[in-house]
């Protein structure tokens, strides 16, 4: 069973960057795409980022896109969030999850970590 733990959260200033780690412990997460998910206090949860494991595939909303950048370590099992140029409205609780999907839904992932807190001051 894989299981997912986000950790690099924290208080940044606008502007500022910020890398979130995605540790798989547990089989190896080839086949699985990885994404990272995101929830504003009040607000759904939205698709950040994701990879597909096998062939480094990467998707990006536009929100994010050109800001953020998403990678993986096979030798580490372990898949980070590059977010730069913050802004306040990046503020959330950013989740890893992973999945056999190619899908950005979030119900096509049933492997959740239990979150990270990021919060972009103005």
């Known amino acids: 069973q894989v299981q997912l733990v986000e950790s690099g959260g924290g208080l940044v200033q606008a502007g500022d960057s910020l890398r979130l780690s995605c540790a798989a412990s547990g089989p190896t997460l080839s086949g699985y795409t990885v994404a990272w998910f995101r929830q504003a206090p009040g607000k759904e949860r939205e698709f950040v980022a994701y990879i597909r494991w096998n062939g480094g595939y990467t998707y990006y909303p536009n929100s994010v896109k050109g800001r953020f950048t998403i990678s993986r370590d096979n030798a580490k099992n372990t898949v980070y969030l590059q977010m730069n140029s913050l802004k306040p409205e990046d503020t959330a609780v950013y989740y890893c999850?992973?999945?056999?999907?190619?899908?950005?839904?979030?119900?096509?992932?049933?492997?959740w970590g239990q979150g990270t807190q990021v919060t972009v001051s103005s």
């Open positions: 999850a992973a999945g056999l999907t190619v899908r950005i839904l979030e119900y096509d992932y049933d492997k």
